[in-house]
T-cell receptor
Framework: DTAVSQTPKYLVTQMGNDKSIKCEQNLGHDTMYWYKQDSKKFLKIMFSYNNKELIINETVPNRFSPKSPDKAHLNLHINSLELGDSAVYFC???????????????FGQGTRLTVV | GENVEQHPSTLSVQEGDSAVIKCTYS??????FPWYKQELGKRPQLIID?????GEKKDQRIAVTLNKTAKHFSLHITETQPEDSAVYFCAAANFGNEKLTFGTGTRLTIIP
């Protein structure tokens, strides 16, 4: 009954490869996010989707492309992986913010990506 | 955009003592301030949050205070225990946009 689940948990890959991380939430939330946590533990937002529509796209290289097939899923595809992409990527979800009902964001368990 | 600063970056506290972590934010439109706890190798988890129409909120040993005028908010943990050791993140958001901006984190170590 995991609320926000992402796969895989660990991903080791070579430079130049293309990889995907999948995320699913069963909380009925309208908004989903991708965050990147670097080696210094900084948590930075990458993307936000609300009801399958892109809301936030921070200054992320266009090698990163999120895809939301429905509001319960937000996948992250990364092309031409670079050494600097190594980090932990967290998916998260929350209720629709503009309703003011809630902004409690729930995180997935993280995907540790290592590019070698 | 919003900028959240968090201090200190590391904090060591004797078990049983209190710990205080402080954050400041830049966007006066921010109206929601959560705190997350991240244990080693785990996901960030919400421990307490406060909205801008409230000055203080308490939940057992943890409390958060907010000073809207000064644009700063703080996390207070009393009677600290070893299981409180973790990285704590503050964050700020505006219900009008879909973005939660995090502080840089505080690594709290409770010394038995």
């Amino acid at each position: 009954d995991t609320a926000v689940s992402q796969t895989p948990k660990y991903l080791v890959t070579q430079m130049g490869n293309d990889k995907s991380i999948k995320c699913e939430q069963n909380l009925g939330h309208d908004t989903m996010y991708w965050y990147k946590q670097d080696s210094k533990k900084f948590l930075k937002i990458m993307f936000s989707y609300n009801n399958k529509e892109l809301i936030i796209n921070e200054t992320v290289p266009n090698r990163f492309s999120p895809k939301s097939p429905d509001k319960a899923h937000l996948n992250l595809h990364i092309n031409s992986l670079e050494l600097g992409d190594s980090a932990v990527y967290f998916c998260a979800s929350s209720q629709e913010l503009s309703s003011g009902r809630s902004f409690k964001a729930f995180f997935g368990q993280g995907t540790r990506l290592t590019v070698v | 955009g919003e900028n959240v600063e968090q201090h200190p970056s590391t904090l060591s506290v004797q078990e049983g003592d209190s710990a205080v972590i402080k954050c400041t934010y830049s966007d006066s439109a921010s109206n929601y301030f959560p705190w997350y706890k991240q244990e080693l190798g785990k996901r960030p988890q919400l421990i307490i949050d406060i909205r801008s129409n409230v000055g203080e909120k308490k939940d057992q040993r943890i409390a958060v205070t907010l000073n809207k005028t000064a644009k700063h908010f703080s996390l207070h943990i009393t009677e600290t225990q070893p299981e409180d050791s973790a990285v704590y993140f503050c964050a700020a958001a505006n219900f009008g946009n879909e973005k939660l901006t995090f502080g840089t984190g505080t690594r709290l170590t409770i010394i038995p």
